[in-house]
């Protein structure tokens, strides 16, 4: 029974994939029928094969919205099919992006850029910049994978150190630089949601969330330099020695060289054709980012003569990450069901009048003030951020604010990056606590409060500043 169910599992989320994709190009309403059906069959085995412990919040938003269709005044069963595919562009882009994480995994590619770029982080403050960084960086490719891949690293260079500001200094340059992902990388699946559900310009949001992030890293260094200070830790001679002992037995510089244009050439490649393409054809985002993955992926291993290893990849991927995105993927289809339940009902027109009325009552508090603390609290219920995301997007699409789609983009991707680093029933803060061996509240809260509110402070004065000048 259980294999039959496995098996089915399986086979419903590459089902669903492919009539995705297939509806994104043919119009026909049969494709989407038969894609509403298999969502149906996809969380059926979903509730069979996960615990009924662990999967409550599905099943609850299934049936939050089941009841609202029941009592609002559209056709049920049409009103429920139509919710099972709503989010299906969120469902197709979960199940194609782990596929990044494969090419990866190839080659030492963040080894071979120490080794090249060490001299530019020989102290502190160079060295945590350059985590959080390339913690964002790796973010594009690897998702959660990137906390756990960029915690190894780090410890590969400082293992000898384990004191108190040690484990601060690591976890908090990676935390952070993860969460300022939220607000940026293309294909961070939450960031992308709020872009496209929104209709917000992908360029505009990018760049002005790049931006941020960067502000985000300066506000990071300068708490990491002033902990430095207070605990009277000199953390540069130490890294120094730690990077040269690493460095007598590294690879040869030509190889070094060769891998790190290697790896830089694989970003710009996939980060240039999903923009490239976006310019000139008129797909959605996330069909496009989608598609743009599986050709880029099978382009790797044959530039790289290892085509031989696709089919060995794709058998793993089905047999493995396709049974760990079950939770997620359930997840996405219900919440989609109770967006299209809400939007069935007069819900947007209530949430308008009450901001309006707010408004009226207090006129320096917009909504963009309210927005990234709704997703903070959604995220300390236990919601991880694409879950927030597709739900506040999701209902703030119908609303029709009056601020320009990027500006909200940022007001709930910054809400986002406070949710991910400080909340500690969501997953990236948990995988650095398993990682470092410290409490949730130590690597959350007590380590990064202070940072997140400056963060929320200058996010908001340059929010609030635009909102101005538009």
């Not at 940022?410 to 680093?421: C, D, M, N, R, Y």
Request: net charge positive; charged share 10%.
């Amino acid at each position: 029974m259980k294999n039959f169910i496995a098996w089915g599992l399986r086979v419903s989320i590459l089902l669903y994939a492919l009539l995705h994709l297939l509806s994104a190009f043919f119009d026909q309403p049969i494709l989407l029928q038969l894609l509403s059906c298999t969502g149906i069959t996809l969380i059926l085995f979903a509730s069979l094969s996960i615990p009924i412990q662990k999967f409550k919040l599905p099943l609850f938003i299934l049936l939050a919205g089941i009841i609202i269709l029941l009592l609002s005044d559209a056709d049920f069963f049409s009103s429920f099919f139509r919710g099972m595919r709503r989010m299906q562009n969120v469902v197709g882009l979960l199940i194609v992006i782990p596929l990044i994480s494969w090419v990866l995994q190839e080659e030492p590619y963040i080894e071979d850029m120490m080794g090249v770029f060490h001299r530019m982080v020989n102290s502190s403050k160079k060295f945590y910049f350059t985590i959080a960084s390339l913690a964002q960086i790796l973010t594009y490719f690897l998702l959660f994978g990137s906390l756990t891949m960029m915690y190894q690293f780090v410890d590969i260079v400082l293992k000898n150190q384990q004191g108190e500001i040690w484990k601060r200094y690591k976890s908090t340059a990676i935390l952070r630089g993860y969460g300022l992902s939220a607000l940026w990388v293309v294909t961070m699946p939450s960031f992308v949601v709020a872009v496209d559900t929104l209709g917000a310009s992908i360029y505009i949001a990018i760049a002005q969330g790049l931006g941020i992030a960067i502000v985000g890293m300066i506000i990071a260094v300068f708490f990491i330099s002033f902990q430095e200070r207070k605990h009277n830790v000199a953390i540069t001679p130490i890294l120094q020695s730690e990077i040269n002992n690493i460095l007598q037995s590294a690879s040869d510089k030509k190889v070094q060289i060769r891998k790190v244009i290697e790896f830089f050439f694989l970003f710009f490649t996939l980060f240039g054709v999903i923009f490239s393409l976006h310019a000139i054809w008129d797909a959605p985002l996330m069909v496009l980012i989608s598609l743009v993955i599986i050709f880029w992926v099978i382009a790797f291993y044959i530039y790289k003569r290892r085509a031989y290893k696709l089919k060995s990849v794709a058998k793993q991927y089905v047999s493995e990450e396709l049974f760990k995105q079950t939770y997620q993927l359930s997840l996405m289809i219900v919440i989609g069901a109770l967006i299209y339940a809400l939007d069935e009902t007069s819900f947007a027109v209530h949430v308008v009048d009450g901001l309006n009325y707010m408004q009226e009552h207090l006129p320096w508090l917009n909504a963009l003030y309210l927005l990234p603390l709704i997703v903070v609290l959604l995220g300390f219920i236990g919601l991880g951020p694409l879950t927030v995301m597709v739900l506040v997007a999701g209902i703030l699409h119908s609303l029709a604010l009056p601020y320009p789609p990027e500006l909200i983009v940022l007001a709930i991707t910054s809400g986002s990056v406070i949710s991910i680093i400080l909340s500690p029933v969501i997953m990236p803060l948990i995988i650095i606590s398993s990682l470092n061996g410290l409490s949730l509240f130590t690597n959350g809260i007590k380590y990064n409060w202070k940072f997140c509110l400056v963060f929320f402070i200058v996010t908001q004065i340059y929010i609030q500043f635009m909102v101005q000048f538009w």
